[in-house]
C-alpha cells in the first residue's frame, strides 16, 4: 500500500508501508469490527489476503446455504433463551445477516427436511466469523 | 439437497477450511488441520449414525 505524504516544500512524496506497519496502524477493535461486517474484510486490511478470499468466500457461502435450506434468522427474543442466542450467532456474519433480515429472507420453513440443517449452517457461519473477528483484533494487537 | 450425508460433508468441510484457515499460517499446517478436522466430523458423524441405527425412536 502506498501512503501519500505532503511535504513542506510542495512536492508529494510516496511511501510504500509494509504488511506490518499496516497492521499497527488499524486500531485492533476496527480491525474486528471490519471483519465481522464483511467476512475477510480486516484480514484483508492487515495484509492477509488470502485468508481474507477464504473467508470472504466460505462463509457467506455457509450463510448463503443455510437461507438457501430454509434456516430461519430468529429474532431476537431472549423469552426463548435458546432463539435469542441463535439470533446473536447468526448476526456474526455481519452487514449481510441484516440485509438479509430487511430484504424479509430468512423467515424459516419449520415444516421443510432441511430446517434444522438450515439453521445450523446460519448459525455456525456467524459464529466461525465472530472467531475471524477475534483473530484479526489478535492480529492487528500483533499477538499474531 | 437435503441428502443427511452431503449435507455433513458440505459443513464438515466449510468448517474445517475456516477453522484451518484461522489457526495457521503455514499452508501444509492448515491441510493437515483441515484434513483432521474435516474427518473428525465426517467419521464421528458416520460412527454416531451408526450406533443409534438400532434405536427405536
Redesign the interface.
Known sequence: MRLRFPQALGYTRFVTVSAATRAQTLPPLAAAALAWAVPGLGHFLLGKRQ?AL??LV??P??FV?GLG?SGRLFPFDFSQPLAGLAAVAARGVGVSSLVAGWLGYGQGVVTA??YE?GN??LI??GL?NM??AL?AFDVASGRK | M?SHLG?LV??AF??A???A??SHDDPAAQFRFGARIFGGFVGAGLVLGWLMYPLPF
Open positions: 485468508k477464504v473467508f466460505a462463509i457461502a455457509m446455504i435450506l427436511a432441511s440443517y445450523t449452517f455456525v457461519s466461525l472467531l475471524v483473530d | 437435503t449435507l458440505l459443513f466449510f468448517v477450511l475456516v477453522s484457515t484461522i
